[in-house]
């Protein structure tokens, strides 16, 4: 399962980049305005740092404005996603720009239904919410497991991308469905590599190391 960054914040995602297990980045409208700055520059600068995957998302609601839109973020950078959302329109935009070769991630998807419509269109990623749906006391992630079967069964090559999530229990839950991708607050990606016994742990080498070598240093 590759490891995306949810934000458009470019000091967080230059923090992960440097451990070399960033497998990509997501955004939305929400986390780009918080940036305030120009949005394509944003995008392409992100692109420069990362290699893999990021998502821009149109902000038009009908399938034409969202094709303009989706045509041209597409010619930003060569790893930029088209995201787009799954209403009706952003199904047929998905189907257009997906036929001419553009990736695309679908949106918002809150279902099972919805996913197998993202990749009957064609999408590239489908990306079912997580925490929204434990926000209203659904399983997010038993939508993860189901929509993953579902793709394994029916053979779609569309990969699932679980989004909103919350917390490293969503991380493991969604790793263990056989999600492709899991995308995350910078906040969650840092308490992915932290435990406390990691802490103490390297403390004590640290303080064995140092005593050990002091000794060596009194007896020479
Ligand atoms: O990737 C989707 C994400 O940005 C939504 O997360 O926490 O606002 O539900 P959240």
Not at 24 to 30: L, R, V, Y
Not at 91 to 104: C, M, N, P, W, Y
């Amino acid at each position: 399962m590759l490891l995306f960054l949810d934000t458009a914040n470019l000091d967080e995602i230059r923090e992960i980049a440097e451990w070399g297990v960033l497998g990509g980045i997501t955004t939305n409208p929400t986390l780009v305005v918080k940036e305030h700055q120009d949005f394509k520059r944003l995008v392409k600068d992100i692109c420069k740092i990362v290699s893999g995957p990021v998502s821009a998302e149109v902000t038009a609601t009908d399938t034409e404005g969202m094709l303009k839109e989706g045509r041209d973020i597409a010619t930003w950078a060569d790893n930029v996603i088209v995201k787009c959302p799954l209403t009706p329109a952003g199904l047929a935009a998905t189907s257009a720009l997906s036929r001419d070769g553009i990736k695309v991630d679908v949106t918002l998807c809150f279902s099972v239904n919805q996913a197998i419509l993202a990749a009957r269109a064609g999408a590239y990623f489908v990306s079912p919410f997580v925490g929204r749906l434990d926000d209203i006391n659904e399983d997010g992630c038993a939508l993860v497991e189901h929509i993953v079967e579902v793709f394994h069964i029916q053979g779609y090559e569309t990969q699932v991308l679980a989004a909103s999530l919350r917390g490293p229990q969503h991380v493991t839950r969604c790793a263990t469905a056989g999600a492709h991708c899991a995308t995350m607050p910078y906040k969650v990606f840092k308490m992915l590599v932290s435990h406390p016994l990691t802490d103490s742990g390297l403390e004590r080498f640290l303080e064995d190391w140092k005593s050990a070598k002091s000794g060596v240093a009194a007896k020479g």
